[in-house]
């Protein structure tokens, strides 16, 4: 599995960004995929989660009814459709992945993943 990220940018508070997520790798019909973010001087922090079996999507409180999660099996990537972007949105989001279907209980713990993407910027200014 190789993840790459990819769709990050500059907006505007109020604006969208679509993050995408390929993997040139394999999959399982219990892989998970999931995106996670990291602003300066702060912690990593789940955003979203979706399972190539179809079950979810998982959001963080923070970003329902914003993001969207989606995934293309055929295409092999996931994306992360981000709306209504606020300043503390402002992060390096990361995708992760693992091959095995992660249990709900550890979908926002980023030790359940074992495959890391490299990380793409989101800057969202006032």
């Known amino acids: 599995v190789q993840l790459q990220a990819s769709g990050g940018g500059m907006v505007q508070a109020g604006g969208s960004l679509r993050l995408s997520c390929a993997n040139s790798?394999?999959?399982?019909?219990?892989?998970?995929m999931a995106w996670f973010r990291q602003a300066p001087g702060k912690e990593r922090d789940f955003v979203a989660a979706?399972?190539?079996?179809?079950?979810?999507?998982y959001y963080a409180d923070s970003v329902k009814g914003r993001f969207t999660v989606s995934r293309d099996r055929a295409r092999n990537t996931v994306f992360l459709q981000m709306n209504s972007l606020k300043p503390e949105d402002t992060a390096v989001y990361y995708c992760?992945?693992?091959?095995?279907?992660?249990?709900?209980?550890?979908?926002?713990?980023?030790?359940?993943?074992?495959?890391w993407g490299q990380g793409t910027q989101v800057t969202v200014s006032s």
């Open positions: 790798g394999g999959t399982s019909s219990s892989f998970t």
């Open positions: 992760a992945a693992h091959m095995n279907r992660v249990i709900h209980s550890s979908l926002k713990n980023g030790a359940s993943y074992r495959y």
């Open positions: 979706v399972r190539w079996s179809g079950e979810g999507p």
